[in-house]
């Protein structure tokens, strides 16, 4: 008589390589919107302007970012995913470069915006890429993509300050155009192609948004994606200019180094998928947000050591957060999932614009105090409807 063997078959994973080569073409894409912040205080200077109006100016990017994601979530059916990527990461070097030579903060802004819409189209088509061709491996193959994009808060903003030390602040944009050809020709040979997924029948290109805002479950993971982005732009917009004055009193060169507590977020953000595929998404997003919240606590202190250790758990506890937001995402929504998508990044970089401008409004009028207690208020209103958060989809 034959024997049945009865043989558990272990979830499916994604190979070291491959998170790597994710986590690259994420660096690549997003390292634009984060590196500028580390010279906002240059900038500030080269322009004549106050905190509050750089910041609002350098995340003006969110804007764009916001709209296309809208755009590409609903006109992205029938787009070949490989190719739209390489051609926005190409293109997207044309305004970086031009930044470099933006004779006022208008045309700084405005280009800023521009480069927002053609980053959000890469981003957001590179996540549909994955949750269509991951989809067992969706939460890890996104954990993999967060961990670049944390990569480009620190290594960008790194670098961004060591080039602007050599060639000033402005000319520094013409290094991350380099990079952004960079992230094209690496999407061109890296990736592969796949069949996208038209919409069906004749369904108008806003039945997708009705639908997947008609879902309580999507819907409270998009205010969580906008409350986790007001937050972390609210702080690292104006930490700097906090840092390079009394008591601190960092210079520029001190300060790029100060972005290396974004160094401990590289090594736990990986981790999401694995903590979020065992504890689910109400346990992990509330968690990670506490431990955001108590970094909040330590940046009001007058030592620099608790400061920078403050920064550290804000970016642990946040991308963390993210990564978990970013894959529930694309593993609740029913069908079109780069219309979720893009209504997730839209209410992801609307919290980072509404940040950059309600945050820096309470810096300008009432201090550091005041705008860690607007931060603090968002991530503590993020981590409620965390709890909330199941694997399901629901009406």
């Given at each position: 008589?034959?024997?049945?063997?009865?043989?558990?078959?272990?979830?499916?994973?994604?190979?070291?390589?491959?998170?790597?080569?994710?986590?690259?073409?994420?660096?690549?894409?997003?390292?634009?919107?984060?590196?500028?912040?580390?010279?906002?205080?240059?900038?500030?200077?080269?322009?004549?302007?106050?905190?509050?109006?750089?910041?609002?100016?350098?995340?003006?990017?969110?804007?764009?970012?916001?709209?296309?994601?809208?755009?590409?979530?609903?006109?992205?059916?029938?787009?070949?995913?490989?190719?739209?990527?390489?051609?926005?990461?190409?293109?997207?070097?044309?305004?970086?470069?031009?930044?470099?030579?933006?004779?006022?903060?208008?045309?700084?802004?405005?280009?800023?915006?521009?480069?927002?819409?053609?980053?959000?189209?890469?981003?957001?088509?590179?996540?549909?890429?994955?949750?269509?061709?991951?989809?067992?491996?969706?939460?890890?193959?996104?954990?993999?993509?967060?961990?670049?994009?944390?990569?480009?808060?620190?290594?960008?903003?790194?670098?961004?300050?060591?080039?602007?030390?050599?060639?000033?602040?402005?000319?520094?944009?013409?290094?991350?155009?380099?990079?952004?050809?960079?992230?094209?020709?690496?999407?061109?040979?890296?990736?592969?192609?796949?069949?996208?997924?038209?919409?069906?029948?004749?369904?108008?290109?806003?039945?997708?948004?009705?639908?997947?805002?008609?879902?309580?479950?999507?819907?409270?993971?998009?205010?969580?994606?906008?409350?986790?982005?007001?937050?972390?732009?609210?702080?690292?917009?104006y930490v700097g200019f906090v840092l390079m004055r009394p008591p601190h009193a960092l210079s520029m060169g001190a300060l790029g180094l100060v972005f290396l507590v974004f160094a401990p977020s590289m090594l736990t953000t990986p981790a999401a998928g694995r903590v979020t595929d065992r504890y689910g998404p109400a346990v992990t997003v509330p968690a990670s947000l506490a431990i955001a919240l108590l970094g909040l606590v330590l940046l009001l202190l007058p030592n620099?050591?608790?400061?920078?250790?403050?920064?550290?758990?804000?970016?642990?506890?946040?991308?963390?957060?993210?990564?978990?937001?970013?894959?529930?995402?694309?593993?609740?929504?029913?069908?079109?999932?780069?219309?979720?998508?893009?209504?997730?990044?839209?209410?992801?970089?609307?919290?980072?614009?509404?940040?950059?401008?309600?945050?820096?409004?309470?810096?300008?009028?009432?201090?550091?105090?005041?705008?860690?207690?607007?931060?603090?208020?968002?991530?503590?209103?993020?981590?409620?409807?965390?709890?909330?958060?199941?694997?399901?989809?629901?009406?």
């Amino acid at each position: 008589m034959d024997q049945i063997v009865t043989q558990t078959i272990a979830p499916p994973t994604l190979s070291p390589a491959r998170s790597l080569l994710i986590a690259v073409i994420g660096f690549l894409t997003l390292v634009d919107l984060f590196a500028t912040q580390a010279i906002l205080p240059s900038l500030a200077i080269e322009y004549g302007v106050t905190a509050s109006e750089i910041g609002v100016a350098a995340n003006s990017t969110t804007l764009g970012m916001a709209v296309a994601g809208l755009l590409v979530g609903a006109f992205s059916a029938n787009v070949e995913r490989k190719r739209a990527i390489t051609l926005s990461l190409l293109i997207l070097s044309a305004p970086t470069a031009l930044l470099a030579f933006a004779p006022n903060l208008t045309a700084f802004a405005l280009l800023r915006v521009i480069q927002g819409l053609f980053m959000a189209t890469a981003f957001t088509l590179t996540l549909t890429h994955l949750a269509e061709r991951c989809e067992d491996r969706t939460a890890a193959a996104l954990a993999a993509y967060v961990t670049g994009v944390v990569a480009s808060n620190l290594i960008g903003r790194l670098t961004a300050a060591f080039v602007a030390g050599l060639v000033g602040a402005t000319s520094s944009f013409l290094f991350f155009a380099a990079l952004n050809i960079a992230g094209s020709l690496l999407v061109a040979f890296a990736l592969t192609r796949n069949e996208p997924e038209p919409i069906a029948g004749n369904a108008r290109f806003w039945s997708a948004w009705a639908r997947h805002l008609a879902q309580s479950a999507l819907r409270r993971t998009f205010a969580i994606g906008f409350l986790i982005l007001f937050g972390f732009i609210g702080v690292f917009t104006y930490v700097g200019f906090v840092l390079m004055r009394p008591p601190h009193a960092l210079s520029m060169g001190a300060l790029g180094l100060v972005f290396l507590v974004f160094a401990p977020s590289m090594l736990t953000t990986p981790a999401a998928g694995r903590v979020t595929d065992r504890y689910g998404p109400a346990v992990t997003v509330p968690a990670s947000l506490a431990i955001a919240l108590l970094g909040l606590v330590l940046l009001l202190l007058p030592n620099l050591a608790a400061v920078l250790v403050g920064m550290s758990l804000v970016g642990i506890g946040t991308f963390f957060a993210q990564a978990v937001a970013t894959g529930h995402v694309g593993r609740i929504a029913d069908g079109d999932k780069a219309a979720a998508s893009g209504l997730y990044l839209s209410a992801y970089y609307c919290g980072g614009l509404f940040g950059a401008a309600a945050i820096g409004q309470l810096f300008d009028r009432f201090g550091w105090f005041a705008a860690v207690g607007g931060v603090f208020a968002a991530l503590s209103l993020a981590a409620v409807l965390g709890a909330g958060l199941v694997l399901k989809v629901g009406k």
